[in-house]
């Protein structure tokens, strides 16, 4: 829990303008999203499901390093991280199993979503917490958790 408590607060560091905030509560979803849509595209050696795709090992190897740091962040990445992976399941299904629509899409808005993360570090006078330790692309969503389990009156 400390080594948690530490990240967060490295992070949080980075991250104290308003509009920076803004920003990346819209662009982190957004690239999780994203890029979890484009690993679901990637052919996978069995018939491609909501379960058996790139994306879902992902998650779960992601998962692995939240239950390693809190077991509250774990379980709310467990939520987040299904509900995401359902969503670009949802649109694989809905564009008949179009995976060229699917990684178009999610190409789209990684690209945009990057370009205002770096818009608002830009504006915050600061450079991008992962520039310095690529571990800080898995402490953003934590951060963003952190503020709604706070809201929540939850202990992570």
């Known amino acids: 829990m400390p080594e948690l408590k530490n990240l967060l607060t490295s992070y949080g560091k980075s991250h104290q303008n308003k509009i920076n905030k803004a920003i990346h509560w819209i662009c982190i979803p957004a690239i999780m999203f994203s890029l979890l849509g484009l690993l679901f595209v ?12 790139w994306a879902t090992i992902f998650l779960a190897l992601v998962l692995l390093y939240y239950i390693r740091l809190s077991f509250m962040m774990f379980l709310g990445f467990a939520v987040i991280g299904g509900t995401l992976i ?5 649109i694989y299904v809905n564009s008949d199993q179009n995976s ?7 190409a789209s808005v990684f690209v945009v979503a990057w370009v205002f993360q770096f818009i608002g570090h830009k504006i915050e006078g ?12 898995l402490i953003g969503p934590a951060w963003l958790l952190h503020f709604i389990y706070g809201k929540l009156g939850l202990k992570y």
């Open 86 to 90: 359902w969503s670009v399941n949802s």
């Open 126 to 137: 600061e450079k991008p917490s992962f520039l310095e330790d690529l571990q800080f692309l």
């Open 42 to 53: 990637i052919p996978f050696p069995a018939d491609k499901s909501l379960f058996m795709n």
């Open 100 to 106: 060229l629509f699917v990684s178009l899409l999610s």
